[in-house]
C-alpha cells in the first residue's frame, strides 16, 4: 500500500497540489521538519496561505545564530501559526560536552557527527516516530550528496514517507518566490551564508563555492550531512 501511495505522490509535480494532496493523505500525521531555509520558509508560507493540516516544527540545537530565531519569531507572526520547538535531551547533551568540550566538532567528523546526532537527529527520530510523513525543503542541486533526490521517496532510515516538494527547483526559482511573494528570510543570506544551520558550523560562501561549503567547511564535501537526510541505501523497489 506504501508504495502504490508513494506512486501516486509522485505522479504530482505542482508544490502546492503535492501539499494538499499529501495532507489530506496523511491526515493528522504528516508535518514539515523546518530549518527556516528559504526552501522552508517558501513551504511554510503555502501551507499557511491553503490552510493545511500539516503541522510545522523545528529543531533547537541551542547553538543557533541570533538571525535565525529573529525569523522564526517573525514567521509566527507572519501567517498566524503554531511552531513546535523541539530541543536535546539534556542530559545527554551535557554529558557530550562535559566529556569533549563545548566545540569537539572542530576535532574530528565523528565527534561532529556525534553533536548533530544528540543535537537534532535523535530528536528529529523522537518527533518523526510518531509521524507517517514528513516534509522538508531539500532540493536536488543543493549539494553531491542530494543529486538522486526525488519529491517523494520512502524514508528506509525512519520508516515513513518523505516529501521534497521543491526538489526539481533552482536556486533562482527559490529566491524569485521570496520576493515576489515577500516571504519572511533568515537575514544571514544577505550576508554570503547560503545554507545556515549551527553559528559554529556555518560562514559565508565565497564566489564560486557550492550552495553547503559553508557549512562544516573543515570537512571534505562526501561527509556534509548531518544525518538528517541519511538512512540505509534503498532497494530498487524502495525507490519506487
Same mark, same amino acid.
Given at each position: 500500500?506504501?508504495?502504490?501511495?508513494?506512486?501516486?505522490?509522485?505522479?504530482?509535480?505542482?508544490?502546492?497540489?503535492?501539499?494538499?494532496?499529501?495532507?489530506?493523505?496523511?491526515?493528522?500525521?504528516?508535518?514539515?521538519?523546518? *530549518?527556516? *531555509?528559504?526552501?522552508?520558509?517558501?513551504?511554510?508560507?503555502?501551507?499557511?496561505?491553503?490552510?493545511?493540516?500539516?503541522?510545522?516544527?523545528?529543531?533547537?540545537?541551542?547553538?543557533?545564530?541570533?538571525?535565525?530565531?529573529?525569523?522564526?519569531?517573525?514567521?509566527?507572526?507572519?501567517?498566524?501559526?503554531?511552531?513546535?520547538?523541539?530541543?536535546?535531551?539534556?542530559?545527554?547533551?551535557?554529558?557530550?560536552?562535559?566529556?569533549?568540550?563545548?566545540?569537539?566538532?572542530?576535532?574530528?567528523?565523528?565527534?561532529?557527527?556525534?553533536?548533530?546526532?544528540?543535537?537534532?537527529?535523535?530528536?528529529?527520530?523522537?518527533?518523526?516516530?510518531?509521524?507517517?510523513?514528513?516534509?522538508?525543503?531539500?532540493?536536488?542541486?543543493?549539494?553531491?550528496?542530494?543529486?538522486?533526490?526525488?519529491?517523494?521517496?520512502?524514508?528506509?532510515? %525512519?520508516?515513513?514517507?518523505?516529501?521534497?516538494?521543491?526538489?526539481?527547483?533552482?536556486?533562482?526559482?527559490?529566491?524569485?518566490?521570496?520576493?515576489?511573494?515577500?516571504?519572511?528570510?533568515?537575514?544571514?543570506?544577505?550576508?554570503?551564508? /547560503?545554507?545556515?544551520?549551527?553559528?559554529?558550523?556555518?560562514?559565508?560562501?565565497?564566489?564560486? /563555492?557550492?550552495?553547503?561549503?559553508?557549512?562544516?567547511?573543515?570537512? %571534505?564535501?562526501?561527509?556534509?550531512?548531518?544525518?538528517?537526510?541519511?538512512?540505509?541505501?534503498?532497494?530498487?523497489?524502495?525507490?519506487?
Amino acid at each position: 500500500m506504501t508504495n502504490e501511495l508513494i506512486e501516486k505522490l509522485q505522479n504530482i509535480h505542482d508544490a502546492d497540489e503535492l501539499l494538499a494532496v499529501a495532507g489530506k493523505m496523511f491526515d493528522g500525521r504528516i508535518a514539515l521538519a523546518s *530549518s527556516f *531555509s528559504a526552501e522552508d520558509q517558501i513551504i511554510t508560507e503555502k501551507i499557511a496561505k491553503a490552510g493545511l493540516a500539516i503541522e510545522i516544527f523545528t529543531l533547537d540545537t541551542g547553538r543557533l545564530p541570533e538571525e535565525t530565531y529573529k525569523v522564526i519569531d517573525a514567521t509566527r507572526r507572519r501567517y498566524g501559526i503554531d511552531i513546535e520547538v523541539l530541543a536535546p535531551d539534556g542530559d545527554k547533551l551535557s554529558e557530550f560536552v562535559s566529556k569533549n568540550g563545548p566545540n569537539s566538532f572542530y576535532d574530528s567528523v565523528e565527534k561532529r557527527k556525534a553533536c548533530c546526532a544528540i543535537r537534532k537527529v535523535e530528536p528529529l527520530k523522537r518527533k518523526l516516530a510518531r509521524l507517517d510523513a514528513w516534509i522538508c525543503g531539500l532540493r536536488a542541486e543543493q549539494s553531491p550528496t542530494r543529486t538522486d533526490l526525488q519529491t517523494v521517496e520512502w524514508d528506509a532510515g %525512519n520508516g515513513l514517507v518523505k516529501i521534497s516538494p521543491l526538489a526539481g527547483w533552482s536556486t533562482e526559482m527559490v529566491w524569485d518566490y521570496v520576493r515576489q511573494n515577500d516571504v519572511p528570510y533568515n537575514k544571514l543570506h544577505d550576508m554570503g551564508y /547560503e545554507s545556515i544551520g549551527c553559528a559554529p558550523c556555518t560562514r559565508a560562501i565565497k564566489p564560486g /563555492e557550492d550552495i553547503r561549503a559553508g557549512r562544516w567547511w573543515w570537512e %571534505n564535501p562526501e561527509h556534509k550531512e548531518c544525518g538528517l537526510h541519511l538512512g540505509p541505501k534503498k532497494t530498487e523497489t524502495e525507490k519506487v
